[in-house]
């Protein structure tokens, strides 16, 4: 009713139940017996110079169409916000569409931290595709069925390298790709033997491949060897377009705008409240300092 279809309940299930770092918080809204508001906090895990905490990620933001812009939203958000402290999970982190941004800001005090743009590659791009921009011998990239665990080294050799980043071992991947029961993702690495040196995943959406997550070791070409697997699978699967969120202090992303990738619409808010002060304002709130994909939004 509140987004025009129906919500499948596997995925409520999977999103707010089997989450491997928790329960979900869901605060719920009645007038009566009639449900009229929804929002749930899915428990990450948050790395934040070199220790971990736990941040909630806001998502299953519902209004009855009948009971909006009566405050039902900014209400459910301040009894659930208590909820959090309670709970030990330091910071609300959302991803707000037009309508629960400026509530979330006006009434509950969230702050802004980013607008987040798509960065996106038009195709076929046949110079990319060529050389992957680089005249650097390309790295071995392979495309796997599901995550293993040699994931989980890679998380541990790349964790410290980023100030702010959500977990991402390999439970963690296989629950929030593999396990979703509404989208496909595809799985694709970089090995070098035994070992990885980053992975890419990507989901098709309409006419266009979003790359939902990256993660390498501290090596462009890695970087840009799976950035251009996943762009000639876009364009063999007949794609018009690769898309990602990549931060503009990524050595990558300055690599791969030279290379013909452009900031574009669809523009993400992203925002964040402190529910204790166990974190620094002028860390969390500082967008240069997070390193966030797509596949930390519920969206993608």
Same mark, same amino acid.
């Given at each position: 009713m509140?987004?025009?279809?129906?919500?499948?309940? %596997?995925?409520w299930?999977?999103r707010y139940?089997d989450?491997?770092s928790?329960l979900a918080?869901i605060?719920?809204?009645?007038?009566g017996?009639?449900?009229?508001g929804?929002?749930?906090q899915?428990?990450?895990?948050?790395r934040?110079q070199?220790?971990?905490?736990?941040?909630?990620?806001t998502g299953g933001?519902?209004?009855?169409p009948?009971?909006?812009?009566?405050?039902?939203? %900014?209400?459910i958000t301040?009894v659930?916000?208590a @909820?959090?402290?309670?709970a030990?999970?330091?910071?609300s982190l959302g991803?707000?569409?037009?309508?629960?941004h400026r509530?979330m800001?006006?009434?509950?005090?969230?702050r802004?931290i980013?607008e987040?743009p798509?960065f996106?590659?038009?195709?076929p791009?046949p110079?990319? *595709?060529?050389e992957g921009?680089?005249?650097l011998?390309? @790295?071995h990239?392979?495309e796997?069925?599901?995550?293993?665990? @040699?994931?989980?080294r *890679?998380?541990?050799r790349?964790?410290?390298?980023? %100030? *702010?980043?959500?977990?991402?071992d390999q439970?963690?991947?296989?629950w929030?790709y593999?396990?979703n029961?509404?989208?496909?993702?595809?799985i694709?690495?970089?090995?070098?033997?035994?070992e990885?040196?980053?992975?890419? /995943?990507?989901?098709?959406?309409?006419?266009?491949?979003?790359l939902?997550?990256l993660?390498t070791?501290q090596?462009?070409q890695v970087?840009?060897?799976l950035v251009?697997?996943a762009a000639?699978m876009a364009v063999?699967g007949? %794609?018009?377009?690769?898309?990602l969120?990549?931060?503009?202090?990524?050595?990558l992303h @300055?690599?791969l705008?030279k290379?013909g990738?452009r900031n574009?619409?669809?523009?993400t808010?992203?925002v964040?409240?402190l529910?204790?002060p166990?974190?620094?304002?002028?860390l /969390?709130?500082d967008?240069?300092?997070?390193?966030?994909?797509m596949?930390?939004s519920?969206?993608y």
């Amino acid at each position: 009713m509140s987004f025009g279809h129906e919500l499948p309940e %596997a995925r409520w299930r999977w999103r707010y139940r089997d989450n491997p770092s928790g329960l979900a918080l869901i605060e719920l809204a009645w007038h009566g017996d009639i449900l009229v508001g929804h929002r749930a906090q899915t428990p990450v895990v948050l790395r934040v110079q070199g220790r971990d905490y736990r941040v909630g990620i806001t998502g299953g933001v519902m209004t009855h169409p009948l009971y909006r812009s009566q405050g039902v939203y %900014a209400r459910i958000t301040v009894v659930q916000l208590a @909820r959090e402290a309670d709970a030990g999970i330091v910071m609300s982190l959302g991803f707000p569409n037009s309508l629960s941004h400026r509530v979330m800001i006006d009434r509950n005090e969230f702050r802004d931290i980013y607008e987040i743009p798509v960065f996106r590659l038009g195709l076929p791009a046949p110079s990319f *595709l060529a050389e992957g921009g680089s005249h650097l011998q390309p @790295r071995h990239v392979v495309e796997l069925a599901a995550f293993d665990q @040699r994931f989980d080294r *890679l998380w541990e050799r790349v964790r410290d390298d980023y %100030a *702010l980043i959500t977990r991402r071992d390999q439970r963690h991947l296989q629950w929030r790709y593999m396990e979703n029961p509404t989208a496909r993702y595809r799985i694709l690495v970089c090995e070098e033997g035994e070992e990885l040196l980053g992975y890419a /995943v990507c989901k098709r959406y309409q006419q266009e491949l979003h790359l939902a997550d990256l993660l390498t070791v501290q090596d462009v070409q890695v970087g840009l060897s799976l950035v251009r697997q996943a762009a000639q699978m876009a364009v063999d699967g007949g %794609a018009t377009a690769l898309s990602l969120w990549l931060n503009v202090s990524h050595p990558l992303h @300055r690599r791969l705008e030279k290379l013909g990738f452009r900031n574009g619409e669809p523009v993400t808010y992203c925002v964040g409240k402190l529910t204790t002060p166990q974190l620094p304002e002028s860390l /969390v709130f500082d967008f240069h300092n997070w390193y966030l994909t797509m596949g930390d939004s519920d969206v993608y």
